[in-house]
């Protein structure tokens, strides 16, 4: 059934197998890993096992050439499978990082070496990526990055932290931002993929929201990298992680759509379900404007969602667009989510309904990925 308010509404990018792919996804989320959603939520992070299964479902690596293990695709497949999981309410499994941004930056700049080395292990889940560029120090200005690489005969030798970094409790793999040249600031910092270990592991973050899905500290101490591991040029890393930052801010876009299509859809059968006064909640004129006005913002950024998703497969989704779509997006998300909450009344404060935790959810769309301060900033540039 579609979701209220985008009756009629295909992404003019779908092609029929996006729908095939859809449905595997939002049967592999719905029945092997919701049901373990309470049990994830306590112990703070993903079981392996999902992994494993998802790749064995072809779930991963989507846009990752077949020869390395891949399904071949394109973005397009990426985005089919990370609506799927945020619309089913599936926190746990750190796709938007994994296949979302690891496996690209491989593609993208991996030498054909590094690229057998790993890629079929992070399509087949026995891998798990991540990419580690805050640090204790900050996250928004990533030129100022203190974490050092020194090369030492045929490796690097590492010290610094990393801290909130999406999969840290579990990556087998971090893309790691470095200085390798401290002097030249910009271009002295280049990536490092390091394969960590439970030496490198920090704290597991405790968080107000996604408590399925684990963010930790990372910490490397004198730990020694192959100069062979080093991803694109020595210097090229911050032009590397601008290239990549459209993809990733795009991937927190359309979490933040479907998560505002499925608050729409959650509130509007609550509504229906629910009397007040002697009548249905929907019956009630703010209860209606309300959620007129929630759907239509729905579909509005679902429809630029799309253009952004359909530009980005031209190869021309630009950095203040990419921008945009993340801050209005995320805004939007937070928006519906919050005026969606309030229609559930108590329950909708209560933990057991869904809504309350897409509430909790929300909040951090619009702090990483680069917060949304600095999105207008790039947007604002652009002018
Ligand atoms: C759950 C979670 C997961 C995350 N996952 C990852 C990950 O996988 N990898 C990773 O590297 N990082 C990750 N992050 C980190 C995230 O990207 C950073 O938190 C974010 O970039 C902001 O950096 P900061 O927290 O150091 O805030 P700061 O940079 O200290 O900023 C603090 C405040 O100042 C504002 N500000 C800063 N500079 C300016 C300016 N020039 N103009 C106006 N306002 C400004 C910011 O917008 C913010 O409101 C994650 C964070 C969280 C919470």
């Known amino acids: 059934m579609p979701t209220p308010g985008l009756h009629g509404y ?12 859809a449905e595997l996804a939002r049967t592999f989320f719905t029945k092997e890993v919701l049901p373990h959603a309470a049990r994830l939520a306590e112990q703070g992070h993903p079981d392996r096992a999902h992994y494993l299964r998802a790749g064995e479902l072809g779930l991963l690596g989507l846009s990752v050439p077949e020869v390395y293990g891949g399904g071949g695709g394109d973005f397009g497949h990426e985005a ?7 619309y089913t309410g599936e926190t746990s499994l750190g796709l938007a990082v994994h296949s979302g941004i ?25 891998l798990v990526g991540a990419i580690a560029m805050t640090e204790p120090g900050g996250g928004s200005d990533l030129q100022a990055i203190r974490t050092r690489a020194v090369r030492d005969g045929d490796d690097y030798v590492v010290n610094g932290s990393k801290t909130f970094i999406t999969n840290g409790h579990v990556a087998d793999l ?17 990536l490092l993929v390091c394969e960590v270990g ?6 597991l973050l405790d968080k107000i929201g996604l408590h399925a899905n684990d963010t930790a500290e990372l910490f490397f101490d004198d730990f020694r990298v192959p100069r062979a591991h080093l991803l694109g040029g020595e210097g090229e890393g911050f032009a590397l992680m601008m290239r990549q930052l459209p993809q990733e801010r795009l991937v ?17 059968a609550y509504a229906k379900d629910r009397t007040a006064f ?10 209606r404007m309300v959620l007129a006005e929630c759907a239509t913002r729905t579909r509005v950024a679902r429809v630029f969602t799309d253009d952004c998703v359909a530009r980005h497969l031209r190869g ?17 998300q937070c928006e519906v989510v919050d005026r969606c909450l309030q229609i559930f009344g108590g329950y909708g404060y209560t933990t057991e309904y869904p809504i309350a935790r897409m509430f909790a959810d929300a909040r951090v769309q619009k702090i990483y990925g680069g917060t949304n301060e600095i999105m207008k900033e790039l947007i604002a540039r652009a002018l």
């Open 252 to 268: 927190i876009g359309v979490g933040a759509v479907a998560a505002m299509q499925r608050a729409v859809e959650l509130t509007v």
């Open 316 to 332: 021309e989704l630009d950095a203040a667009t990419a921008a945009m779509a993340k801050s209005w997006l995320t805004e939007g």
């Open 102 to 126: 690891v496996t690209g930056y491989l593609v993208a700049y991996g030498t054909e070496e590094q690229k057998r080395r790993w890629l079929p292990g992070l399509c087949s889940g026995e």
């Open 198 to 203: 439970d030496a490198n592991r920090g704290r």
């Open 174 to 190: 971090v893309i790691l931002a470095v200085k390798t040249d401290p002097a030249l600031g910009a271009a002295g910092t280049s």
């Open 80 to 86: 089919v499978l990370l609506h799927e999981q945020t």
């Open 278 to 287: 002697g009548k249905p909640l929907i019956g009630h004129q703010n209860t």
């Open 10 to 21: 295909t992404s003019p990018w779908q092609r029929p197998e996006h729908a095939d792919l």
